[in-house]
């Protein structure tokens, strides 16, 4: 007798290869159940149609948020609006969308935003991440930098927005997140540090500050002096929520895009 046979002539080789054959359908099916966890049921972008549910369907996956602020499951919060002011290029998913309104309050193309939660980004202890330099731990800007708090801010069509009244930092990074500029107006909004560039702090400043008497100031060429305006002001003051944060960066982004008709045209 031959000792290779189980069962008549089912043998050893013939039940590892169905163990693992089995072995693999069932990892197929866990993989692709695990990776509908998130994002399904699909919905139709032009019609919002929810599309029924399939054998891979699996149940919600739930985040533990820190600093006790309990669970979140991403399926449970409200759905997107899908009636945003613009219509399609042409009907077929997946046309662009021309803008009918002010894109850069709509939160269209770069402009847009997501619906982030309503709370400040915090540090690993618990405190605000990006706060008033002078409300950081102990954050100063060096003296060999400039301290920029007054200097003008000049905007995309080259006027003289306001002034630059105060500095924003990450307090986990430690750097500028932020500049606060109250314009002529007498309102205050946040303009991020990527797209602020200073002027009139370069190598000859430093070493030859009396010969070399350029102008300085902060230019910031995202959008036009009238469009700082309309910045997404903060609920609270001193405090900028993760939800606050993505409006006011993807109001300056959009604003390279539709700041003028003539950015919005080809290049070529």
């Given amino acids: 007798m031959n000792h ?9 080789a013939e039940l ?10 069932a990892l197929v099916f866990y993989l692709n159940k695990e990776s509908r966890r998130e994002g399904y049921p699909l ?13 891979f369907d699996t149940g919600k996956k739930t985040f533990r948020l820190p600093n006790g602020r309990g669970t979140y499951v991403p399926e449970d919060v409200p759905r ?15 046309a662009p969308w021309v803008p009918t309104g002010n894109p850069m309050k709509d939160g269209m193309g770069p402009a847009a935003w997501a619906n982030r939660a309503k ?18 731990h102990e954050l100063v800007v060096s003296p060999e930098d400039p301290q920029l708090i007054g200097w003008p801010v000049v905007a995309a069509d080259g006027v003289t927005v306001g002034k630059v ?11 500028i997140r932020y500049l606060e500029v109250e314009t002529n107006s007498g309102k205050k909004v946040l303009a991020p540090m990527m797209v602020a560039v200073v002027h009139g702090n370069g190598l000859l400043d430093a070493l030859l500050p009396i010969v070399d008497d350029k102008p300085k100031f902060v230019e910031i060429d995202a959008i036009t002096s009238a469009q700082f305006e309309d910045v997404p002001s903060l609920e609270t003051p001193g405090i900028i929520t993760r939800y606050e944060e993505d409006r ?15 950015r919005a045209e080809p290049w070529l």
């Avoid at 590892?16 to 359908?25: P, R, Y």
């Avoid at 997107?80 to 997946?94: E, H, K, L, R, T």
């Fill in 80 to 94: 997107d609006d899908i009636n945003v002011p613009a219509v399609q290029a042409f009907n077929a998913a997946g």
């Fill in 165 to 175: 009244s105060d500095i924003w930092v990450d307090q986990a990074e430690h750097i």
């Fill in 119 to 136: 709370y400040p980004d915090l540090t690993y202890d618990g405190r605000p991440r990006i706060v008033p330099i002078a409300n950081s």
């Fill in 248 to 262: 006011v960066q993807a109001y300056y982004g959009g604003g390279y895009l539709y700041a003028t008709p003539e």
């Fill in 4 to 12: 290779a046979y189980i069962v008549g002539t089912f043998d050893v």
């Fill in 43 to 55: 919905e139709d972008e032009q019609t919002g149609k929810i599309h029924p549910g399939s054998l």
């Fill in 16 to 25: 590892a290869f169905l163990l693992f054959l089995g072995f693999f359908i």
